[in-house]
């Protein structure tokens, strides 16, 4: 007798851009490289909470973060296992509203191709004078400003999950020596060294870029804090692909507008969308780009269900998930 399907609910975010949306389409084509998992599904869609109840009380997974997220223990009593189609979930903190004993995972695994490419871009343009260069053409300024070789310059790369090994391994890419820093001196295959958290004040000063790559927790909140920008070399620059709150961007500015610091390339601020009127748009030497560095714009969907499929599997045979996050501590 066939074993009973296991309804699975996807929840879609219409604010987020359609890379994000997983549409029949999109889970159609999932299921056809995933042929024996699929069939163990029965599958719901919805939109940005307009969910019908019934969905939700017989769900026993479910993909996306339902909105609104109260009353969810009594709303979703079958629910065992619920994943968030993005790395970070420091919007999701704390975590009070999870039902007890329900599994809870995030898409770490997703970005890593994607985050080594805009890496090995954004030590070039550093590296490069880039930020410079393109600030002359603007103003209709010749000047040739010359650079090394980037072979043999240090990268500090501030967290060694899915997002940093990627820029530590385009940091190798390039001939830099990495140094890696996160909450343990476990190994990295990527870097040359680790070392905890602690040991930051006095691995910055010999970074030639710095490279924040954490989630977001009270533990990294102004992780790259004002006396820590203060013991960095005039000539280093620094790379946000965290989260903006990480560091201190205030800080940050001065440093770049007195000429302490060579650049800086930010692909997350706040509020996201940056206002018109926000000063960070008039800082020299600052590339900001729109939080575009580690998602794959044409297979971002196929990626994250790919990885959610294999997660199934482990599911099925009562294995432990892979990236489940710690209701506890929200990593």
Same mark, same amino acid.
């Given at each position: ?146 650079? +090394?070789?980037?072979? /043999? ?6 967290? *060694?999950?899915?997002?940093? !090994?990627?820029? =530590? $391994? ?122 575009? +560095?580690?998602?794959? /714009? ?6 994250? *269900?790919?990885?959610?499929? !294999?997660?199934? =599997? $482990? ?17």
């Amino acid at each position: 007798m066939p074993a009973r399907p296991i309804h699975l609910h996807i929840e879609n975010a219409l604010r987020k851009p359609s890379i994000y949306h997983i549409t029949p389409e999109r889970w159609e084509a999932a299921c056809a490289r995933h042929r024996a998992l699929a069939r163990r599904l029965r599958v719901t869609i919805g939109w940005d909470g307009d969910t019908p109840d019934e969905a939700l009380r017989t769900a026993e997974m479910i993909i996306g973060v339902p909105a609104p997220r109260d009353h969810l223990s009594a709303r979703a009593p079958a629910l065992r296992w619920m994943h968030a189609t993005s790395a970070g979930i420091d919007g999701l903190l704390p975590l009070d509203w999870l039902p007890r004993g329900v599994a809870f995972t995030n898409n770490r695994g997703a970005h890593g191709v994607k985050a080594g490419q805009f890496m090995r871009m954004a030590f070039t343009m550093l590296h490069t004078r880039m930020p410079q260069i393109i600030a002359n053409q603007l103003a209709r300024h010749w000047e040739q400003l010359f650079s +090394s070789s980037l072979a /043999g310059r240090t990268a500090l790369i501030v967290g *060694l999950g899915d997002l940093g !090994e990627a820029a =530590a $391994r385009a940091a190798k890419q390039l001939g830099l020596e990495v140094i890696g820093v996160r909450r343990t001196a476990r190994k990295s295959r990527y870097a040359d060294a680790v070392h905890p958290y602690f040991r930051l004040d006095r691995l910055l000063p010999k970074a030639d870029f710095v490279v924040l790559a954490v989630p977001l927790t009270p533990e990294t909140h102004n992780l790259l804090s004002r006396e820590r920008l203060a013991l960095m070399k005039s000539t280093a620059g620094v790379i946000n692909i965290s989260r903006a709150a990480v560091a201190d961007y205030a800080a940050l500015t001065e440093k770049l507008q007195r000429g302490e610091l060579a650049g800086a390339i930010l692909d997350v601020v706040d509020p996201e969308p940056l206002p018109a009127a926000s000063p960070l748009w008039d800082v020299p030497n600052l590339i900001i780009t729109p939080h575009i +560095s580690c998602d794959d /714009g044409e297979h971002y969907v196929d990626i994250s *269900l790919d990885l959610w499929f !294999e997660n199934l =599997a $482990r599911f099925l045979q009562n294995k432990p998930l892979r990236q489940r996050v710690d209701p506890r501590r929200g990593y």
